[in-house]
């Protein structure tokens, strides 16, 4: 499976923009890059996803190297409930399902 | 709106005992996995199922096994519990249709120790 990696950690200040940089140098041509947040003592929670081209939601926005090999989760305007653990994941489809692959991911703080 | 649910959220188990960590989803999605989380790592894939009736290995399956009789519900067994079975387990579901087909969602985590 196709690897990430990111920053250990990462601190940012409140109502400031954040972008949390993932490398994946190793991406196939059909792999989506995934973004999930977690947040203490609960589940993962998705963030946003893209294959080719720059994506944006309401959370976040992904903006997707040319050559796919690295990727950057945009957060425009941290607030305290954006400290996380933020993983840049590689999903690949087996059989319809999505096989997603952990790393560690980085550990978002933001000051007030 | 209940989306994935696991039970039970804590459990210690002694060493040999099994168990079975349950998971329910209403939203109707084919997909089901279970994942464990160790102590600041990411998470590992333990099993997953494209639907009822078919399972399959993910990263770590060795000393669980999984059923899926219904599209509903996922259980995860755990046989002869070690303490290297010491863990955070989370269930989770996806559908492949709709705007949210890449979306896992992922329920609230059960804490197991093995003691």
């Known amino acids: 499976d196709a690897k990430t990696t990111q920053p250990n950690s990462m601190e940012s200040n409140e109502e400031e923009p954040v972008h949390l940089p993932c490398n994946h140098s190793?991406?196939?041509?059909?792999?989506?890059i995934h973004w999930y947040r977690q947040l203490p003592s609960q589940g993962p929670e998705y963030v946003i996803h893209?294959?080719?081209s720059n994506v944006n939601n309401r959370m976040a926005s992904l903006a997707i190297a040319e050559d796919r090999k690295s990727s950057t989760l945009i957060l425009h305007r941290a607030t305290l409930r954006d400290a996380a653990v933020y993983y840049c994941?590689?999903?690949?489809?087996?059989?319809?399902?999505?096989?997603?692959?952990f790393g560690q991911g980085t550990r978002l703080t933001i000051n007030p | 709106n209940a989306g994935v649910t696991q039970t039970p959220k804590f459990r210690i188990l002694k060493i040999g005992q099994s168990m079975t960590l349950q998971c329910t989803q209403d939203?109707?999605?084919?997909?089901m996995y279970w994942y464990r989380q160790d102590p600041g790592m990411g998470l590992k894939l333990i099993y997953y199922s494209v639907g009822a009736g078919i399972t399959d290995k993910g990263e770590v399956p060795n000393g669980y096994n999984v059923s899926r009789s219904t599209t509903e519900d996922f259980p995860l067994r755990l046989e002869l519990a070690a303490p290297s079975q010491t863990s955070v387990y989370f269930c989770a579901s996806n559908t492949l249709t709709g705007t949210s087909g890449n979306t896992i969602y992922f329920g609230e985590g059960s804490w197991l120790t093995v003691v």
């Open positions: 893209g294959l080719t």
């Open positions: 190793t991406i196939s041509g059909t792999d989506y």
């Open positions: 939203m109707n999605h084919n997909y």
């Open positions: 994941i590689l999903s690949r489809r087996i059989q319809g399902a999505q096989k997603l692959v």
